[in-house]
């Protein structure tokens, strides 16, 4: 043990071959060194989210527009099993997803991130923080759907870049062969079918290997049908029947974005598993329930 004032060196386990620590340290309190990790004890973070899905099981989410890691660290103290950092609808940055990507992660919820467009050099900087998921607007085609895929995953699934960035530990951990096969296993891809063309081809787009989830985007849709903002609208809820139709007889599971925990029930009885409510559907409805009362 080291006395007042010098530097403490923790004993650590050392994985088979090696007899002296890793580099792998933090500072402690009164500026000691404290070893914190070796390399058998860091790897590339189970996605619980898809690994749940796999499973059968229902996933619930939160979409996050603003750039707070504080936000994303109370949020995770609720119990969801994901959240979507909104970089589409937001005005989140890379560096806002980084640092929001480490509050999911102290909590153990599933960080996953929504591009701004289904282009790799987008795709790439989000994914390199640390997102384990990703959200793709727009996607009209399987071509279009294969494309984000290979975005997402390494060699020999896709065309993502490779380094040492901090989805990968920084290089630091494990061999970059032992990370790319665990990275293209635990990432999760969710296509947005958000579009008249869309849910004309989606027998096509559900077809593509490693689309994990298809997910309605209720008012988007709208929009493309010619009723802004009626999802209620007949052609809309035909539309989104036809949806629920075609993946149900797919690998996919079905995803939607929801406005109350009263369509989240009934989304979940047609068969989403994949389920997404946005942060203010939550909040305005509680902060005015509570003025309500509080005022009388």
């Not at 660290?73 to 640092?99: A, K, M, S």
Request: aromatic share 8%; hydrophobic share 45%.
């Amino acid at each position: 043990m080291a006395t007042r004032g010098e530097p403490e060196i923790l004993a650590a386990r050392l994985p088979a071959g090696l007899d002296s620590p890793l580099p792998f340290w933090a500072w402690g309190r009164r500026s000691a060194f404290r070893y914190i990790a070796t390399i058998d004890e860091i790897n590339v973070r189970t996605n619980t989210t898809k690994a749940k899905l796999k499973a059968g099981e229902t996933v619930f989410g939160c979409f996050v527009r603003y750039p707070d890691a504080s936000l994303v660290e109370v949020l995770g103290y609720q119990g969801w099993d994901f959240i979507i950092f909104d970089g589409e609808h937001g005005t989140l940055e890379p560096r806002d997803c980084e640092n929001m990507v480490r509050a999911a992660e102290l909590r153990d919820v599933t960080p996953i991130v929504r591009v701004t467009t289904n282009l790799p050099p987008v795709i790439l900087r989000l994914m390199d923080s640390g997102a384990q998921g990703l959200h793709v607007p727009w996607v009209n085609s399987g071509a279009e759907a294969e494309a984000a895929v290979g975005a997402v995953k390494y060699y020999p699934r896709g065309i993502r870049g490779l380094a040492g960035i901090r989805a990968a530990d920084y290089a630091q951990a494990i061999p970059f062969s032992e990370y790319v096969q665990q990275a293209n296993r635990e990432t999760l891809v969710v296509i947005h079918i958000e579009t008249a063309e869309a849910v004309e081809r989606l027998p096509e787009i559900v077809a593509v290997d490693d689309v994990d989830v298809i997910f309605i985007g209720p008012t988007d849709l709208s929009h493309s049908l010619g009723v802004p903002g009626q999802p209620q609208h007949p052609t809309v809820q035909a539309a989104m029947q036809r949806i629920v139709e075609v993946v149900a007889d797919s690998k996919a599971a079905l995803g939607i974005m929801v406005g109350s925990a009263q369509s989240a029930q009934q989304w979940h009885e047609l068969g989403a598993r994949y389920i997404a409510i946005g942060l203010e559907s939550i909040l305005s409805p509680a902060a005015r329930e509570y003025l309500r009362t509080v005022r009388q």
